[in-house]
């Protein structure tokens, strides 16, 4: 069974940084696909940034939305089943609640339907 478990949000002064975890299990030796997406209040929910995770481990390739391209990084660690989202300056529109999901087969895009598996969503607030 998949699961996916956010952690790391919090409050922080603009300009700050945060980094927000993804516990990742119940994949195999396959390929699959890690997002990040958020929502604003009363707004869709959006795409931030994805990894794709090759034969179970091997980052293939990462993507970002263009509003946080140059700020944030996405990134995993095999040892310990976590993808990572480092979110660097911080701007108050970043405010959001932020889920991290999951593609399996693997997905090159950030279209919500493509993601099968959803975490519970931390929420990120950005003071000004």
């Known amino acids: 069974e998949v699961q996916l478990v956010e952690s790391g949000g919090g409050l922080v002064q603009a300009g700050g940084s945060l980094r927000l975890s993804c516990s990742v299990s119940?994949?195999?030796?396959?390929?699959?696909?890690i997002g990040w997406f958020r929502q604003f209040p009363g707004k869709e929910r959006e795409g931030v940034s994805y990894?794709?995770?090759?034969?179970?481990?091997?980052?293939?390739?990462?993507y970002y939305a263009a509003s946080v391209k140059g700020r944030f990084i996405v990134s995993r660690d095999n040892a310990k089943n976590m993808v990572y989202l480092q979110m660097n300056s911080l701007k108050s529109e970043d405010t959001a609640v932020y889920y991290c999901?999951?593609?399996?087969?693997?997905?090159?895009?950030?279209?919500?339907?493509?993601?099968?598996?959803w975490g519970q969503g931390t929420q990120v607030t950005v003071s000004s």
């Open positions: 999901a999951a593609a399996r087969p693997l997905a090159q895009s950030l279209l919500i339907d493509e993601y099968d598996y």
């Open positions: 990894v794709t995770i090759r034969n179970g481990g091997s980052v293939d390739s990462t």
């Open positions: 119940g994949f195999g030796f396959e390929d699959y696909s």
